[in-house]
């Protein structure tokens, strides 16, 4: 083989599938038959897996900090609740809807957000959040305001399959849309549209000198993944059948945040480590009381910026384990 | 005459708590500035602040002033531990690191102050000297205590401004921060310095979070439910400034309390919608330093 | 006039009260050979700036193939075939140098847009910037990481990055600087070897290498142009003697 081959061919297998992928999969797979008791806990765990996949193309991918996130989730919560409640109950048409609001509202606020930079940059994104949050409160005769939007009906899926209380459905459904989104971002951060951002990330300097609109690349990955935690936020509240203004705090924000960064940014698989450990962590702890899970929780990510940079997996990578770079 | 006093009651209720803000979050834009440091967590130094002086007050019977002080002091020292032990490390981190670090501290001072103060949120005892109101225009008064602030404040911000913008000391701080290794090689000890600056920066939250108890209620979230607003004092008026972030909170101190008397429901909405406007037209803010 | 590809007319620009621009004037036929020489700090690095569009220039404007260009961005400029290196390498330092070269002919092609598959695309633009770095003496480096490679390569990875990106004018800002001398005989035969259809500005402090690749010789100092020539009657020129001999020499 020449030595073009090779390094071509070095290039071009890292799109390819590894095995190792198909784990997290057959773990969900085999925890619907295994953990039937957990599986509502089960479903709050993909909903944020899918959540920080969202944020991953955002900050992992294209290295853009926000702590705004919640916004986009809760939005999409809201929006496919009122459907619900509205009288629209067929739930996949929800989940485009909401996806679709969210990544709306991306557009017009990541035209805004991506102007700017560093603390304007955070500040902004924690703004959006609470302007809806703002929103949310105040029509409550639509929301149900600090109550939350209850009775969430949501028609069975497909005609055929309703949401039972075992939380069955919901689980399938769940791990379904999540396993669609990432086959979406999976198939995006290996296309050259996907490799561009991380060349922002890398340097955008770079790239602009390339012929590249930094700031038309990165209000595309902005709208994208807006799209992607408004599906997440929707899921959720079809599946819990509830929405709150939880769904647009910043405590949403910053718990997806350290789940990512807890499992390894720009990894495409971080969130799957990071939001399994922090919500199994918290079904355990938080349980008894909640406020010292938050200092457990804060102690916990600190201690891993400051001794694991690059989170587990890359710790992972570190360890020459192999793993790779996205 | 009932416009002109609920105009006055906004601009004096407002400047009040603008000064509070300020105090509070102008040493967010020393260090990020200076430091280079995006310490989310400087909200808690002045909810520290705050409970330290509550403390000093109700359990060790301290006048006004002192508690004050030792609210300060007892922040201060905190700070310098914290910066040798913890914030030392990250000013050569990523962004994404200091931020997910400084959430990280966010969620623990929550958890902190509830178990050693309880959920529910502490009033302030204010000396007898500083209570009572005076008369202002029409039905329009003043409390003393708030008109205490706004001098207050005034003094802080021509404090600052004349320490940190005009004397050496300042200069060394803004030598230091451009060019570190520069700044070590003609002498200047810069370990010593930026403990100063942080320090500096912490102490001043609490004194903003000490003095403001009274507007900005202590409750064990402090930190998270004013973060915002710091964040756009620091923001809107441009880092590393002190007369930027002067400007702003004023703007944001008085149109808050304007937007909250006038539409007490959707107040906060035309704020934000507001700083979005401001933000798209000017995105480094009112006097940001061009990078 | 009409085989210029690049043209500055009256160039101002100023950082506070320092002038590091001032009425320059400028202009590069197709496939020229042309040098930027002066003393550190006489605005070189801000010319190309001004040139590629990553600072404004507060008069003047600047043309390319005889369209006026001051208005755009850098990436429009970049797709309209003006190229630069940096004088401080900006690379993309944690991607494979294959890689990085694959981006730049993928954006080349506009293919960077692509927000799915682009596989086939992909596999070819890595074969066509192998083939580049073959011709640059880089192949053995194809699969390293940038940010791993000696300084000197790392020099080169720039001039590939930019011909990967096939441009018709190519601003090179001291691409010798730094390299190590066993190493810079590689960049200056890959200078002398660049494709004759391109327009090219050198910026370099070696004057061995200015005398013996430029056509022509533009002298700025203090944000002046202050004469411009053949190589011969700029090394004749008493006033650019004075300039390197009497003031800050280097090089
Ligand atoms: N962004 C900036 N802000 C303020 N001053 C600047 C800026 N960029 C450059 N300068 C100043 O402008 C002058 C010209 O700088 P420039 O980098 O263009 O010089 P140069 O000719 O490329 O020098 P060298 O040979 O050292 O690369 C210098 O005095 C420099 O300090
Ligand atoms: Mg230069």
């Known amino acids: 083989m020449s030595a073009r081959a090779a390094a071509v061919g070095v290039l071009m297998r890292r799109r390819s599938w590894r095995w190792v992928e198909a784990l997290p999969w057959v773990a969900a797979i085999a925890g619907f038959f295994l953990l039937p008791n957990y599986l509502q806990l089960g479903t709050q765990i993909l909903v944020m897996i899918l959540f920080a996949l969202s944020l991953d193309l955002l900050l992992g991918y294209t290295g853009i900090v926000t702590l705004g996130h919640a916004a986009f989730f809760g939005l999409g919560a809201y929006t496919a609740g009122l459907l619900a409640t509205g009288g629209w109950h067929e739930p996949l048409s929800g989940l485009v809807a909401a996806a679709a609001v969210a990544a709306a509202l991306g557009l017009v606020a990541g035209f805004v957000i991506l102007r700017t930079s560093g603390l304007a940059l955070l500040m902004l994104g924690m703004a959006i959040t609470l302007l809806l949050y703002e929103v949310a409160n105040n029509l409550n005769g639509l929301t149900g305001g600090a109550d939350g939007l209850s009775g969430v009906e949501i028609a069975p899926l497909l005609g055929r399959f309703g949401f039972d209380m075992y939380g069955r459905t919901s689980y399938l459904y769940a791990l379904a849309v999540l396993f669609v989104a990432f086959l979406l971002v999976r198939a995006i951060v290996w296309a050259p549209f996907g490799r561009s951002l991380v060349g922002i990330r890398q340097n955008p300097a770079r790239m602009q000198a390339m012929g590249v609109s930094v700031f038309a690349r990165r209000l595309a990955v902005f709208v994208l993944s807006a799209g992607l935690a408004g599906l997440a936020g929707a899921v959720s509240a079809q599946t819990s059948q509830f929405a709150s203004l939880d769904n647009l705090s910043f405590d949403l924000s910053g718990t997806v945040l350290l789940m990512l960064v807890l499992g390894g940014p720009g990894r495409l698989y971080g969130g799957f480590i990071g939001a399994s450990v922090l919500m199994i962590a918290q079904d355990g702890l938080a349980k008894e009381n909640p406020v010292f899970w938050l200092f457990w929780l804060g102690l916990f990510v600190i201690l891993l910026v400051v001794f694991v940079p690059g989170g587990l997996l890359g710790l992972r990578a570190r360890l020459g384990l192999g793993g790779r770079d996205g | ?291 | 006039m009409d085989d210029l590809v690049l043209a500055a007319r009256g160039l101002h620009r100023s950082f506070g009260s320092l002038e590091v621009a001032c009425d320059i004037n400028f202009a590069l036929a197709a496939g020229a050979r042309h040098a930027l020489i002066g003393p550190n700090g006489a605005g070189k690095s801000t010319l190309v700036n001004l040139l590629t569009g990553a600072l404004r220039p507060s008069a003047g404007s600047i043309w390319l193939d005889g369209v006026d260009v001051t208005g755009l961005a850098v990436h429009q400029r970049v797709r309209r075939g003006l190229a630069r290196t940096f004088q401080i390498n900006t690379l993309l330092r944690e991607m494979s140098v294959l890689e990085g070269v694959q981006l730049a002919v993928l954006e080349r092609g506009g293919q960077g847009r692509a927000l799915l598959g682009g596989r086939a695309g992909q596999r070819r633009a890595a074969e066509e910037g192998f083939d580049l770095l073959e011709q640059l003496g880089l192949a053995g480096d194809a699969s390293a990481i940038v940010g791993a490679l000696a300084y000197g390569r790392q020099r080169l990875v720039e001039v590939a990055m930019a011909l990967a990106l096939r441009p018709r004018v190519l601003l090179l800002d001291e691409p010798a600087a730094g390299v190590p001398p066993a190493d810079s005989h590689l960049m200056l035969e890959v200078i002398a070897r660049l494709p004759a259809g391109i327009a090219v500005l050198i910026i370099e402090h070696d004057m061995k290498l200015v005398f013996r690749f430029a056509e022509r010789i533009s002298v700025l100092v203090a944000g002046r142009i202050l004469t411009e020539g053949s190589p011969a009657e700029i090394a004749a020129d008493p006033r650019v003697r004075e300039v390197y001999l009497g003031g800050r020499a280097h090089g």
């Open chain 2, 1 to 291: 005459m009932e416009l002109l006093s609920v105009a006055t009651g906004i601009v004096a209720t407002g400047t009040a708590y603008a000064m509070v803000l300020y105090i509070a979050a102008v040493g967010l834009s020393v260090t990020m500035g200076l430091l280079g440091i995006a310490n989310l967590a400087h909200g808690a130094f002045a909810m520290a602040g705050g409970y330290a002086m509550v403390w000093g007050l109700d359990r060790l019977g301290l006048s006004f002033g002192v508690a004050v002080l030792l609210a300060c002091v007892l922040v201060g020292v905190a700070s310098v531990v914290m910066e040798r032990v913890l914030y030392r490390r990250f000013y050569a981190r990523s962004e994404l690191d200091q931020v997910v670090m400084s959430v990280g501290l966010l969620f623990m001072s929550v958890a902190v102050a509830q178990f050693l103060f309880g959920p529910s949120p502490l009033s302030v005892r204010l000396p007898g000297l500083l209570t009572g109101s005076v008369p202002l225009v029409g039905d329009a008064s003043l409390p003393v205590y708030r008109g205490f602030l706004i001098l207050f404040g005034g003094a802080i911000f021509l404090l600052l401004w004349a320490g940190i913008e005009r004397t050496m000391l300042g200069a060394r701080i803004r030598a230091a921060v451009d060019n570190r290794f520069m700044a070590q090689a003609v002498g200047v000890n810069t370990d010593l310095l930026f403990v100063t600056v942080f320090a500096l920066g912490s102490m001043l939250a609490a004194l903003g979070g000490a003095l403001g108890a009274d507007m900005m209620a202590l409750t064990p979230d402090y930190a998270l439910a004013h973060l915002v607003y710091f964040m756009i004092v620091v923001a809107v008026g441009g880092l590393g400034s002190v007369r930027g972030p002067f400007v702003a909170a004023l703007l944001l101190g008085i149109g808050d309390t304007a937007c909250k008397i006038l539409a007490p429901q959707a107040g906060a909405f035309f704020v934000y919608v507001a700083l979005f406007v401001l933000l798209l037209a000017r995105p480094r803010g009112l006097f940001g330093r061009t990078a």
